[in-house]
């Protein structure tokens, strides 16, 4: 929301906050004069504006869209798709007035945000609220503490947020320059599926088959498919530019179960954040995002060009052993405008295989945290507990089959777990639970540390590939630091799962293939400069290593961005409990928080 769409109360609180200096200006009774105080007060002390509250309804409405030769009614938010987005300034106060008016349960996340102390409001169906039913509101009410970047919301129940998500922006204090050079203009970019079929129906058909699910029909751009699709020449998302400027890129991928590559034909992207954190700015020609990553790159439009159009691209990275979309959706750069029947022909980026893991270990590798004096790499380097934790597909046996089938391998039905365990979904909200200190029928707090079974995790499976089921956390004490080797199995075939984690950030200080070996690879771990995330991929066929200090009071889950996996029970959570003084501890509930049934 821009600075002068802020109501004048909104503004006189927060003159209020900025100090006693100031109050004189205070005497102001008419907007008009609030208004000429507040930019007065930017004029005086710049740095004065961290901490204002901005704030946002978001109406959940059907609204009627038409893709691919398709017109249907999607869920939206404010009849919008992608969804409006979100701005505010490091320090900030994000309050945000949820209406649900669709016939579907519905939560919000703000993925990536850290959620310091207000886990109310960080939105995973049962994990920290109860859904908010049909004709239901609440107001996430939260603060934006020590990030500056792209984030993203999006709808944290079954599928919904396949049409449920849009941008975040998180700017620096104002005064606080970019640590690169500023760009002519900033350009959210986010990469999408769209399912022909109702995706909860895609979803709901899958759990009761034990199969794989319905593939998307298309991938998006802002949620646009662009032409290489049916009917899809007219909806075509085109970025204008001009010869010479740099474009920076705020790319999301809300992708429910793709991996994706994306490239500019001609042109080369210099990558200088990710998941809101600075990173060594370094150039790529293909970039690979996960569902669920953001990353912002710097594009500078050539000052002459051989076309006046280029192709912007995007097609999946997947080893799966099943189906998945294998289209690639087309974008427009454009340096003069082009016709819809022109788009077919502009020049394309070649990207790697559907398969190329070479590529994607290769672009991965590149990542590292800037690490300067302003912004330091703050890498846990002693840990208290070390946790190893495999990650992959399973199966259940067909014992009793839902409308007599089960479509998954071997006529099982299709699971996923850590350290095989599959999640199981509680009837109420774990957070809640916990704030109570009412656990009995709702958690167990006995997740396994390791897996309860050593194989050969990367080789040939077990004999024995069916998995156990639970609603297991795992408690930390404040301010513990953690270390947890994520470990790719090949289960059902080795594929990448990208593994988010709610409430922290933390540092990827190691990665490999094959299985990890405590005694060698821990030595060639990165503790100077690893790159700070929120989500990352575990490899195909191999592992990765994370850290972070659970400084953060709460029930935290960390589960797969693939939302077939998710739905299929790969995840866990974190029970951090309180620590000693009263800025550690988790407050109450809001008073409006929803109640399950």
Same mark, same amino acid.
């Given at each position: ?59 959940v409405t059907m609204a009627t869209v038409t893709r691919l030769c398709l017109t249907k009614s999607i869920p939206t ?165 001009? $010869? #010479?400027? *740099?474009?920076?890129?705020? %790319?999301?991928? !809300? @992708? ?5 590559? =994306? &490239?500019? /034909? ?24 996960? $569902? #669920?990553? *953001?990353?912002?790159?710097? %594009?500078?439009? !050539? @000052? ?5 159009? =280029? &192709?912007? /691209? ?44 070479? &590529? ?238």
């Open positions: 929301m821009p600075l002068t769409t802020l109501k004048c109360s909104h503004i006189q609180e927060d003159l209020h906050k900025m100090g006693g200096a100031h109050h004189g200006l205070l005497r102001c009774a008419s907007p008009a004069c609030l208004h000429l105080a507040f930019f007065l007060l930017l004029a005086v002390e710049p740095g004065l504006t961290a901490g204002l509250t901005r704030r946002y309804t978001f109406n938010v404010n009849g919008q798709f992608p969804g409006p987005k979100i701005s505010v300034r490091e320090g900030d106060r994000l309050v945000v007035n949820v209406h649900n008016n669709i016939n579907n349960n519905v939560t919000f996340h703000w993925h990536g945000v850290r959620q310091l102390r207000s886990g109310w409001a960080d939105g995973p169906a049962y994990i920290t609220q109860c859904p908010i039913r049909p004709g239901q509101s609440y107001v996430y009410s939260f603060r934006i503490v020590g990030q500056r970047g792209t984030l993203w919301w999006h709808a944290h129940f079954s599928w919904l947020r396949a049409t449920l998500h849009g941008p975040m922006v998180i700017l620096p204090p104002l005064g606080v320059p970019y640590p690169f050079p500023k760009p002519y203009r900033e350009v959210p970019l986010m990469l999408g599926e769209w399912f022909n079929a109702d995706p909860e129906a895609v979803i709901k058909q899958a759990l009761q088959t034990g199969g794989g699910p319905n593939v998307s029909d298309a991938y998006t751009f802002n949620g646009f498919p662009g032409p290489t699709y049916n009917c899809s020449a007219k909806s075509t998302y085109k970025l204008k530019v001009k $010869p #010479g400027r *740099t474009y920076m890129l705020r %790319l999301i991928n !809300a @992708a429910l179960n793709d991996e994706l590559f =994306f &490239a500019v /034909a001609n042109h080369t992207l210099t990558v200088v954040q990710a998941d809101a954190s600075y990173v060594k700015p370094f150039t790529a020609n293909t970039l690979v995002i996960s $569902p #669920g990553q *953001t990353m912002d790159v710097l %594009l500078t439009a !050539a @000052a002459s060009t051989s076309s006046s159009a =280029f &192709a912007i /691209a995007v097609a999946p990275y997947t080893n799966t052993v099943g189906t998945f979309d294998n289209t690639t959706a087309i974008a427009v750069l454009e340096y003069s405008p082009q016709r819809p029947s022109m788009l077919r022909n502009l020049p394309a980026p070649s990207l790697p295989l559907y398969n190329d893991t070479n &590529a994607v270990t290769n672009f991965s590798s590149k990542f590292r945290s800037l690490d300067n004096a302003r912004y330091p790499a703050q890498v846990p380097m002693t840990v208290d507990r070390h946790f190893f934790f495999t990650v992959g597909l399973g199966a259940d046996p067909c014992q009793s089959p839902i409308n007599g089938t089960c479509q998954g391998p071997n006529n099982t039905r299709f699971a996923a777990s850590i350290n095989n365990v599959s999640f199981i979904m509680p009837k109420t909200s774990l957070l809640q639970a916990h704030y109570q200190r009412m656990y009995k029928g709702v958690l167990m707090a006995n997740f396994p540390t390791a897996p309860v079974r050593k194989f050969n995790y990367t080789g040939t499976p077990p004999n024995n590939t069916f998995v156990t089921h639970g609603t297991r956390v795992v408690p930390l004490a404040f301010n513990t630091t953690v270390e947890v080797v994520l470990q790719d199995t090949s289960i059902q075939g080795a594929e990448s799962h990208p593994l988010h984690l709610h409430g922290y950030d933390f540092y990827v200080v190691g990665t490999g293939f094959g299985n990890y070996d405590a005694n060698n690879d821990t030595a060639k771990y990165n503790l100077v400069d690893p790159v700070k995330r929120n989500t990352i991929s575990v490899p195909t066929a191999g592992w990765v290593a994370i850290r972070f200090i659970a400084d953060n009071p709460g029930v935290w889950i960390m589960h797969c961005h693939l939302d077939v996996h998710l739905s299929w029970g790969l995840s866990m959570a974190w029970l951090v409990n309180d620590g000693p003084l009263p800025n550690q501890k988790l407050p109450p509930p809001p008073a409006d928080i929803p109640k399950c049934s």
